[in-house]
């Protein structure tokens, strides 16, 4: 099992452009979610799915959109990337919600100048 | 709504000493407590969690941490640090009110002196 993975690795962008990034999971779990690290500030959810077409809403949703179009990918949208959106983001994955244990990939590294 | 605080965003200890790491949390319902370690250029996997039952938790490489509901702290400890657990470590907390989602404090580095 590969587990959680995330595509790409590392990525810079301009002011403006845009851009999707891939998270990719083989554990068949329904819970998904997108989260950013900045230094100080812990991680912070972007946006959650809770199953195969659906989407919601989380803490810092504003700049970010994405699909869940099939069970296993998750993708996350950046459609006018800003310098304020650099961050490193995780993606992860749970069976339930709850006590469920979350699984993360490794992490996406985004520049935008 | 729910939320956590981590005392100390670096910690600095010897190795074979004691490792201590503070987390207290906010929450007006029952909560879920996680210790989640992130090591260098990695993603977080899972040191140990509180669900219900047991306050003393064990984790993997001999972490364990303690539910103290008076003082709304889960501070995590391990007894004899190793090089190997020089890491970043998150303590998150997640309840009812917040549809079980995860709320994330703010890391505390543990560096580790030979």
Known sequence: ??????????RVLKTGQSMTLLCAQDMNHEYMYWYRQDPGMGLRLIHYSVGEGTTAKGEVPDGYNVSRLKKQ????GLESAAPSQTSVYFCASSL???TDTQYFGPGTRLTVL | AQSVTQLGSHVSVSEGALVLLRCNYSSS?????FWY???PNQGLQLLL??????TLVKGIN????EFKKSETSFHLTKPSAHMSDAAEYFCAVSDLNNDYKLSFG???TVTVRA
């Open chain 1, 1 to 10: 099992n590969a587990g959680v993975t995330q595509t790409p690795k590392f």
């Open chain 2, 49 to 54: 969690k509180y669900t219900t039952g047991a």
């Open chain 2, 106 to 108: 703010a890391g505390t």
């Open chain 2, 62 to 65: 001999g972490f364990e941490a």
């Open chain 1, 96 to 98: 339930d919600r709850g």
């Open chain 1, 73 to 76: 990918n998750f993708l996350l």
């Open chain 2, 29 to 33: 319902v029952p909560p879920y407590l």
């Open chain 2, 37 to 39: 370690v992130q090591y």
